[in-house]
């Protein structure tokens, strides 16, 4: 069974494989979520949308879609790669996913939503979730979203990962709807007191592990999305803290070196450094240095004919600016 105590959110351009494989070299166990694919690009697409690399696991795969046969026909796919879960939007309120009818706005929809839960889980064996809203619109009260679960939940679902904010379909931005409308963390414990057998992880706004400490007193999971992006070393402390596994932490340095094969390795495959290092642009984010460490890579990633020496010259001078700081700090002690 997968622990769902910490996961890291689905981000579309964000957590793709590279994005997956760095956060695993921070934790070993947060469970980390695709970027949402769609069914149309499963079934029509001409890329591999489903590739990763079998590092990341335990990795969930997040579906858009909202036709049930298509939806069993790419969880199949999912179990096929070894994914080990997948998972539905219905939190996304962009217009390209709403003209699809999938994303947040089957929220207003949940005998759909339920139906494609069926028709998933009498072709797969590995979990069928959901991560919805609290609400959209104008079906923004409690009962709105309890009706939501209980449809769901009776179709078998038995886990939920809720963003506690709803949406506003008509007139806000995706960015907006991650932002404006206020985080209600009480509706989503409400829910877990409704509904103790189901599994519901709490999502929106988490920035620390003390926040998580304190969700995890009422809900069974936390999934941080922007945060871990910005500052993926939050997870650093995770495995500790939260899987009772006292592996030695790396240091940041350590998870640069640790990705070099890696990078060395899709380099070889054709994928450019800087497909890798966009992700790792955080990865020193308040750190002395950290300033010097993003420019580094912004400035020299998309130069033509840049190679892994990108990443060690990084730390270079990252490590340089760092040993001048404390020299300074030193001489002005001394
Ligand atoms: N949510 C999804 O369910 N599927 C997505 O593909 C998806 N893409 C996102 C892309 C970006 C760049 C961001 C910032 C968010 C995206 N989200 C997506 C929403 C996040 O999964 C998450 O629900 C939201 O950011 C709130 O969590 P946070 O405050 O911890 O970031």
Same mark, same amino acid.
């Given at each position: 069974t997968i622990n769902r105590t910490i996961s890291v959110a689905p981000m579309l351009d964000w957590t793709d494989k590279h994005c997956r494989y760095f956060l695993r070299k921070i934790s070993q166990h947060a469970l980390l979520y695709t970027e949402m694919v769609t069914t149309g690009a499963i079934i029509f697409g001409k890329g591999d949308y489903l590739a990763y690399n079998q590092e990341e696991h335990p990795v969930a795969l997040q579906l858009g879609g909202s036709d049930p046969t298509d939806m069993a026909r790419c969880a199949g796919e999912a179990q096929k790669y070894g994914y080990d879960e997948v998972n539905i939007n219905v939190g996304c309120p962009s217009d390209r996913v709403q003209n699809g009818r999938f994303g947040a706005c089957l929220m207003a929809e949940p005998e759909t939503v339920a139906a494609c839960i069926s028709s998933m889980q009498a072709e797969v064996d590995i979990p069928v979730t959901v991560k919805s809203r609290i609400g959209i619109d104008d079906m923004d009260e409690y009962e709105d979203l309890t009706r939501f679960i209980d449809v769901v939940a009776a179709s078998g679902c038995d886990t939920f990962i809720v963003h506690a904010r709803k949406a506003w379909l008509k007139g806000l931005s995706p960015k907006q709807n991650r932002d404006v409308p206020p985080l209600m963390y009480d509706r989503v414990y409400q829910l877990? %007191?409704?509904?103790?057998?189901?599994?519901?992880? $709490?999502?929106?706004?988490?920035?620390? $592990?003390? /926040?998580?400490?304190?969700?995890?007193?009422?809900? /069974?999971?936390?999934?941080?999305?922007?945060?871990?992006?910005?500052?993926?070393?939050?997870?650093?402390?995770?495995?500790?803290?939260?899987?009772?596994?006292?592996?030695?932490?790396?240091?940041?340095?350590?998870?640069?070196?640790?990705?070099?094969?890696?990078?060395?390795?899709?380099?070889? $495959? &054709?994928?450019?450094?800087?497909?890798?290092?966009?992700?790792? $642009?955080?990865?020193? %984010? &308040?750190?002395?240095?950290?300033?010097?460490?993003?420019?580094?890579?912004?400035?020299? &990633?998309?130069?033509?004919?840049?190679?892994?020496?990108?990443?060690? /010259?990084?730390?270079?001078?990252?490590?340089?600016?760092?040993?001048?700081?404390? %020299?300074?700090?030193?001489?002005?002690? &001394?």
């Open positions: 877990k %007191q409704q509904f103790p057998d189901l599994h519901i992880s $709490l999502n929106g706004g988490v920035k620390t $592990l003390d /926040d998580v400490q304190l969700h995890l007193n009422y809900l /069974d999971g936390v999934m941080i999305g922007r945060e871990v992006y910005s500052n993926p070393y939050i997870l650093a402390e995770v495995d500790n803290r939260f899987y009772q596994d006292n592996a030695v932490i790396k240091t940041r340095a350590e998870v640069v070196m640790s990705m070099l094969p890696y990078v060395e390795q899709q380099i070889a $495959l &054709g994928a450019r450094p800087w497909h890798i290092a966009r992700h790792m $642009l955080g990865l020193f %984010q &308040g750190q002395p240095g950290g300033r010097i460490w993003r420019r580094y890579l912004s400035q020299n &990633g998309t130069k033509a004919n840049v190679g892994i020496e990108l990443l060690t /010259d990084a730390l270079e001078v990252l490590l340089d600016a760092q040993s001048k700081a404390e %020299q300074f700090q030193s001489e002005m002690i &001394g």
